[in-house]
């Protein structure tokens, strides 16, 4: 069975930093795109970026180019999304998804969300 | 503002068949990128219905059903049942944007 698990709900202040996880398991974790989607409180679901395990090549969305950081260890079969310095509008509940196969394909599995809570 | 467009809102009887809109442009569905459909309920992963404008992932009732014509694209639910009601997104792909995924805003289907 195919699965991805993102890592607990996390509380911080502006300007700290946070790296926070999606690991997958079930399939071969290297071979299928890991993408991530940020929900902000009230709003819908927003196309922050993509990352292929395999040779650790990503792409962002424009709207999120140097806002964060994409990245995956393989040997653990996770992927990651981090801040150097988180803003109160980071605020959202965060998705990992995989992509099938081709660039076209949907996002055919989910995480069950990292709800990122920046507050001072 | 989304790049598609997508009701608020939707409500339907039990039973009842409605539709959910996805409106687009020439730089996403209409250059003829495929549409997807998903389904968030609350408190559990979001979950793939459609794919490729009319397929349904195994598991997926055939009560959903999706389409796509020009410039936009459909999410049709027939019988409609209590478990139905929760938001569903349209995501598809623009040129003017890399070729970057882009989702609709969602509407919140409400089973009255």
């Known amino acids: 069975e195919v699965q991805l698990v993102q890592s607990g709900p996390e509380v911080k202040q502006p300007g700290e930093s946070l790296k926070i996880s999606c690991k997958g398991s079930g399939y071969s974790f290297t071979n299928y795109r890991i993408g991530w989607v940020r929900q902000m409180p009230g709003k819908g679901l927003e196309w922050m970026g993509i990352?292929?395990?395999?040779?650790?090549?990503?792409k962002y969305s424009p709207s999120f180019q140097g806002q964060v950081t994409i990245s995956a260890d393989k040997s653990i079969s996770t992927a990651y999304l981090q801040w150097s310095s988180l803003k109160a509008s980071d605020t959202a509940m965060y998705y990992c998804?995989?992509?099938?196969?081709?660039?076209?394909?949907?996002?055919?599995?989910w995480g069950q969300g990292t709800l990122v809570t920046v507050s001072s | 503002q989304s790049v598609l467009t997508q009701p608020p809102s939707v409500s339907g009887a039990p039973g009842q068949r409605v539709t959910l809109s996805c409106t687009g442009s020439n730089s996403n569905i209409g250059a003829g990128y495929d549409v997807h459909w998903y389904q968030l309920l609350p408190g559990t992963a979001p979950k793939l219905l459609i794919y490729g404008n009319n397929n349904r992932p195994s598991g997926v009732p055939d009560r959903f059903s999706g389409s796509k014509s020009g410039t936009s694209a459909s999410l049709a639910i027939t019988g409609l049942q209590a478990e139905d009601e929760a938001d569903y997104y349209c995501q598809s792909y623009d040129s003017s944007l890399s070729s970057s995924r882009v989702f609709g805003g969602g509407t919140k289907l409400t089973v009255l």
């Open positions: 990352i292929y395990p395999g040779d650790s090549d990503t």
């Open positions: 998804a995989r992509r099938g196969r081709d660039d076209y394909s949907p996002l055919d599995y």
